[in-house]
């Protein structure tokens, strides 16, 4: 059994009933490079992409939850401001 990051989905194509979805990884240096081929049979496709769903809503559900979008969360780059360092170390 070999092992694949994926980063993205190049192409998709299907070719003798089989679904071949091109994978790439990033690299060193935010090179982007093949990291493999996925091939599964037409007919399963519907199985696989169903099982591959219910399983991210699963994680999701054990992952701590994360701020909406329309709250703003604090850039860990940003310097804090005189009025927010009363329990930091400010420059």
Do not use: F
């Amino acid at each position: 059994m070999s092992v694949m990051l994926i980063d993205r989905i190049s192409s998709i194509s299907i070719h003798n009933g089989v679904l071949r979805v091109d994978c790439v990884g990033v690299g060193p240096n935010n090179e982007e490079r093949n990291s493999g081929t996925l091939l599964i049979p037409a007919g399963q496709v519907a199985n696989v992409i169903n099982s591959l769903a219910q399983a991210t809503q699963e994680l999701d559900k054990r992952l701590p939850k994360r701020p909406s979008s329309k709250q703003q969360r604090p850039d860990p780059w940003e310097m804090p401001r005189r009025a927010e360092c009363d329990r930091q170390t400010c420059p």
